[in-house]
C-alpha cells in the first residue's frame, strides 16, 4: 500500500524560511519522479517543483530561486527548501508520486506578520 505523508509545515513571518518533508512507503521510491503543488484558498493547485529518478528538477516560475527541491533515496523522501517567504505563499502544500498520480494529504504553511 503506497503512503505519502508530508510534514515541516508551520506558521513563519515574511522573510522566513521553512523546510518541507515527503516521505513515501510501499513503492519503488527510486524510480519515481516527485514533486510538490501548493493550493490557496479560493485557488487552484499550483505546481511548484519536481524531481527525478536521476535528480534534475523543475521548478515553477512562482517560485524559482526561493525553492529548491533535493531528495535522499535511502530515506525515500524529497524535501523542499523554502527562503525568503511571502504572505502570498500561504496555502496547503502537496506532495505528489508521479508514476501512480498519487498524492499526499498536504502540510500546511502560513506567512503572516
Known amino acids: 500500500q503506497v503512503q505519502i505523508v508530508e510534514s515541516g509545515g508551520g506558521s513563519v513571518q515574511p522573510g522566513g524560511s521553512l523546510r518541507l518533508s515527503c516521505a513515501a512507503s510501499g513503492t519503488i521510491f527510486t524510480m519515481n519522479t516527485m514533486g510538490w503543488y501548493r493550493q490557496a484558498p479560493g485557488k487552484e493547485r499550483e505546481f511548484l517543483a519536481d524531481i527525478n529518478s536521476g535528480g534534475s528538477t523543475t521548478y515553477g516560475d512562482s517560485v524559482k530561486g526561493r525553492f529548491t527541491i533535493s531528495r535522499d533515496n535511502a530515506k525515500n523522501t524529497i524535501y523542499l527548501r523554502m527562503k525568503n517567504l511571502k504572505p502570498e505563499d500561504t496555502a496547503v502544500y502537496y506532495c505528489?508520486?508521479?508514476?501512480?498520480?498519487?498524492w499526499g494529504n498536504g502540510t500546511l504553511v502560513t506567512v503572516s506578520t
Open positions: 505528489k508520486l508521479y508514476g501512480l498520480n498519487f
